[in-house]
């Protein structure tokens, strides 16, 4: 193998053992405290343990305790018989659907490598990068924080309305639900101090509870199923008292007889006789079974939908009455609650599907990751959704339609419906129920801060860095407070119903960016993109997203924009102000493979006329031995010409060999990404190294760029030092570059003065004058007009100035000109110039006497700096003699017209295509002439097509 002798330290053989425990291998050190040596991290580590479980206790069952939560147990068969069954099993299949879709995605997703802490924070922002990530992450985050105080308001509820309704703390919340919440406020927030306490001794101590409260949820499901069939033909024990359409609350003591409602309904306020009502319908007085069973035909009596609006009165009717609720209440009438609506039931409804991502949030844990999160999820989802829908069937066939919308059971004394059906006896849903919604709300605060201690510990959202601490025992105790004010703010609702809303958003938006991550991951087909389950398809996962946003926009649209506006606030954010992490996420894959669709695009042909804008390459130099921008200003120039918009690619060319100074070439090209971030020019910097500078400089103008994605404008500094070089290097190199733009048709700007340029955040007033002395497809017009939108040059007014020769009609010119400008929606003012065919002077020629003269020189001893023979009489070519004529009388003209002007943009004169010996220099000194007295000038040199189009 000596042909690989100088890689034999990348041997796959010493690599091999790396590569297959890469999984121990990227499993962070943990120290134990107050081991020998722990200070200076000499401490042994502490010992991992085993990652034993499988589907089953790893993913399944943890998927069971998080899906299945206090709706099921005390809203589910309000909304059942609020919607109608047929409605409320669109509801629930609809949410199922979302997160059948977000199961098979996040099965793809997790199985797509190894998943350490930070479960759907970690995948999300892998995948579609930090920003994407810190948003999704934080709204899921907040997500979790409310989950808990989801739960533990379900669990105040259940206590304070079923279980012990003496211990309430503000007065009668029977007769007035705003009184319930009230105490749930209360009673929440204690619950909140007790599991903030558990919390803060630990997860092991929380950990022992799961157990307890997962074998509570499925004895209760499993009871509820067992009384329903048990129950088959009904419960004789509990009836409500009806009268006509309407069920009576059992307070007070009622007797469900004519003479026993006789006193609610007769004598009111002082007046005698009874209501009408109780007149028309005391014959439809009767007691009725709360829970006629399956064998009643009750399924079909619940099966349309009675959506009703607040205060309304529970009934068989429309229940909208126009008169006040508090004459009303005095009936012993039920009323409702909340305005219910298909998309409220949503809403209220879709946190019970939420818990999908348990298990993958434990893939540290997991034997087999890849074959557990995927079977043990989709088990569950599956598993969760047929006890949904089974429920809605037979809690529909079993209930009395009046008290199946008697929300908390008033009219048999605030019992729970669904406790009623169960077997062996109520308080096995009622204890299980309490025990499960707290052992879910203890592991939802348990979970939130170690996912906002992931976030900050990934350093993404700098004002979060201080969350990342965790005390002796490994607990994030920053993280855990502010997860507990977050869930005391929930609480504070004090309404579960307005609780789940919100919850809802949250969750739906982390569900819709794995689907997004899923769809963007499978429609790229990057090589890294290698799931082991195979059993998904970016159509399911789209359909995901489309499924989110509906739910989404069904639940609450105020709600929706809401947690959409947030989750774009913390994205820019993340994106302006937070650390930079390359995690090659899938949307940088998105635009590669948008760039490189675009690319082919742009190959098709040149671009139309209207869509023409400078991109630039600049050529810049940079000192060799600090490797700093030696004119930062060329940089400053280039950003107030583009403004930000387009291509510009800042390259610079060093003498040397590449092979063995390649890092010199790196950090040079930092150098000028620094630079360029100094000058807020965005774009790409590139650096050769070659034997040859002029050969490096006409190499990159034509190379640099990527198919259509080229440069059509090359920018270069004016030589200024030319007449004092002790070579002509500096001119030739100059003049070698021209020529190369011209061969490339690429436009050429050169400007001079750079030293007197201005800061971007300086701000002038004055004129911008443009001299057009030749056509060059209008590029000088186009410059100034773009210049002009930058801050520092707006407050200029554009003028241009033409030339007339002896043969044109400068009236007509100047017409045509302002109408041509007002065509291309550019103001400016116009000037003609005349120019007449005048002697040429003695100045002139003795201009063009001491150009050639200097000429000589170079071409005898290549020193410019050497003594000129005044003494040595040279006849000047006539040539010259002209073209320095027209230089003089034109600079003559630019300082009497543009003297004050802060910036001249002239036409740059075409290098002659006959050349003589000297012909370079001399090109380089008619230049010097034309531009002689003005601070600022630009000289630009067109590509020979057109730039700017009166057309739209």
């Known amino acids: 193998m000596f042909l690989f002798s100088e890689d034999e330290d990348k041997r796959v053989s010493s690599l091999l053992s790396r590569l297959a425990n890469y999984d121990d291998a990227i499993q962070p050190v943990e120290v134990e405290p107050g081991a020998p040596g722990a200070e200076n991290g000499g401490a042994r580590p502490k010992p991992k343990a085993k990652a034993n479980l499988g589907a089953l206790t790893g993913v399944y069952l943890p998927c069971i305790q998080n899906i299945f939560g206090v709706i099921i147990f005390i809203r589910m068969s309000w909304m059942t018989g609020t919607a109608g069954i047929p409605a409320f099993f669109a509801i629930v299949f609809l949410c199922c659907a979302v997160t059948f879709c977000t199961s098979i995605s996040l099965s793809a ?61 503000f007065g009668d919340f029977e007769a007035d639900k705003d ?58 024990k509990y009836k409500i008292c009806t009268i006509g359409d309407r069920v009576l609350s059992n307070k007070n003591n009622i007797t469900c007889t004519p003479e026993g409602l006789a006193q609610f309904f007769c004598n009111i306020n002082g007046t005698a006789g009874c209501v009408d009502f109780y007149n028309e319908n005391k014959g439809e007085i009767r007691e009725e079974l709360a829970i006629p069973g399956l064998a009643s035909g009750a399924f079909w009596k619940n099966f349309m939908p009675k959506f009703r609006d607040k205060d309304d009165l529970v009934s068989l009717d429309n229940g909208k009455y126009h008169v006040d609720k508090s004459y009303l209440s005095q009936f012993n009438y039920i009323f409702v609650d909340i305005t219910s609506s298909f998309a409220v039931l949503v809403s209220i409804y879709f946190p019970s599907c939420t818990g999908i991502l348990a298990g993958s949030n434990r893939s540290g844990d997991l034997a087999d990751a890849q074959k557990a999160i995927p079977l043990g999820t989709l088990a569950a989802q599956l598993t969760t959704s047929f006890v949904y829908l089974s429920v809605i069937l037979l809690f529909g066939a079993s ?118 991550a899923c769809t963007v991951q499978s429609l790229l087909r990057t090589p890294n993109w290698r799931p082991r389950f195979k059993y998904y398809h970016w159509s399911i996962s789209l359909c995901g997203i489309f499924l989110c946003l509906l739910v989404m926009f069904l639940s609450s649209w105020i709600y929706t924009l809401c947690a959409m506006g947030l989750a774009a606030f913390i994205y820019k954010y993340i994106e302006y102000r937070g650390a930079e992490k390359e995690w090659g996420d899938g949307i940088r894959g998105l635009a590669l493979s948008a760039a490189r669709f675009s690319l082919l695009r742009l190959e098709e042909g040149p671009p139309h006329t209207k869509n023409w804008r400078p991109q630039l390459l600049c050529l810049v130099k940079l000192n060799p031995d600090t490797l700093e921008l030696k004119a930062h200003k060329l940089l400053t120039f280039a950003s107030q010409l583009k403004a930000g918009k387009g291509l510009t690619i800042v390259a610079s060319v060093l003498e040397g060999n590449f092979e063995s100074e390649s890092g010199i070439a790196q950090s040079a090209k930092q150098s000028l990404r620094h630079s360029m971030e100094k000058e807020k020019v965005k774009g790409f910097a590139e650096v050769v190294i070659t034997g040859n500078v002029t050969q490096g400089l006409n190499h990159i103008v034509q190379t640099a760029g990527l198919g259509g994605l080229k440069h059509n404008t090359v920018m270069m500094a004016w030589p200024h030092k030319w007449r004092h070089s002790t070579s002509r290097d500096k001119h030739n190199r100059f003049l070698s570059v021209v020529r190369s733009c011209t061969a490339a048709n690429a436009a050429l700007i050169v400007p001079k003065g750079l030293n007197l340029w201005p800061e971007n955040n300086d701000r002038l007033g004055g004129t911008i004058d443009i001299w057009w002395i030749v056509h060059d497809g209008g590029l000088l017009i186009l410059l100034g007009y773009v210049l002009s939108q930058h801050r520092t040059w707006r407050s200029c007014k554009l003028r241009v100035f033409t030339v007339a020769q002896l043969e044109d009609n400068s009236v007509q010119m100047k017409k045509d000109l302002e109408k041509f400008l007002y065509h291309l929606r550019i103001e400016a003012t116009v000037e003609v110039i005349e120019m007449s065919d005048t002697d040429v002077s003695a100045y002139t020629y003795e201009r063009t006497v001491l150009m050639e003269q200097r000429t000589q020189v170079l071409q005898s001893f290549g020193n410019e700096l050497s003594v000129i023979n005044a003494g ?81």
């Open 109 to 169: 997703v997790a199985t797509n490598g190894i998943v350490p802490a930070g479960g759907s924070y970690f995948m999300i922002s892998r995948t579609l990068g930090p920003e994407f990530g810190g948003a999704v992450g934080i709204l899921f985050f907040m997500g979790t924080c409310v989950a808990g105080a989801m739960y533990i308001t379900g669990a105040v509820e259940i206590l304070l309305n079923y279980i012990s309704p003496e211990i309430a703390l």
């Open 179 to 236: 009184i319930l919440y009230h105490n749930i406020r209360v009673y929440g927030t204690i619950f909140l101090i007790i599991i903030g306490i558990l919390v803060f001794i630990g997860v092991k101590f929380v950990s022992k509870f799961a157990p307890i409260a997962l074998i509570c949820v499925l004895i209760s499901i499993f009871s509820i199923y067992l009384g329903i069939f048990i129950n088959y033909n009904g419960v004789n």
């Open 399 to 516: 209930f009395n339609p009046l008290f199946i919308r008697d929300k908390f059971g008033e009219s048999l004394g605030k019992e729970l419906a669904v406790t009623l059906i169960s077997w062996p006896h109520p308080m096995v849903i009622l204890v299980g129920a309490l025990l499960s919604t707290f052992g879910a709300s203890l592991q939802s605060l348990v979970g939130a801060p170690r996912l906002l201690q992931a976030i900050a510990k990934d350093g993404i959202i700098p004002f979060l860095e201080p969350l990342q601490h965790v005390n002796k025992r490994g607990e994030p105790v920053r993280a855990i407070a502010v997860s507990l004010v977050i869930a005391e703010i929930a609480i504070l609702i004090g309404n579960l119903d307005f609780i789940a809303p919100v919850l809802t958003m949250f969750f739906l938006m982390c569900y819709m960016f794995l689907n997004l």
């Open 872 to 952: 040595d009489s040279i006849k000047p070519d006539e040539l010259n003699v002209r073209r320095m004529h027209t230089a003089v009388k034109l600079n003559e003209h630019i300082i009497n017209k543009s003297h004050a002007a802060k910036l001249v943009i002239i036409n740059m004169p075409g290098i002659p295509r006959k050349m003589t010996p000297g012909s370079e220099t001399n090109y380089m000194e008619f230049i010097e002439v034309l531009t002689e007295g003005l601070e600022r000038v630009i000289l630009a040199r067109g590509a020979g097509r057109e730039v700017i189009t009166i057309f739209s």
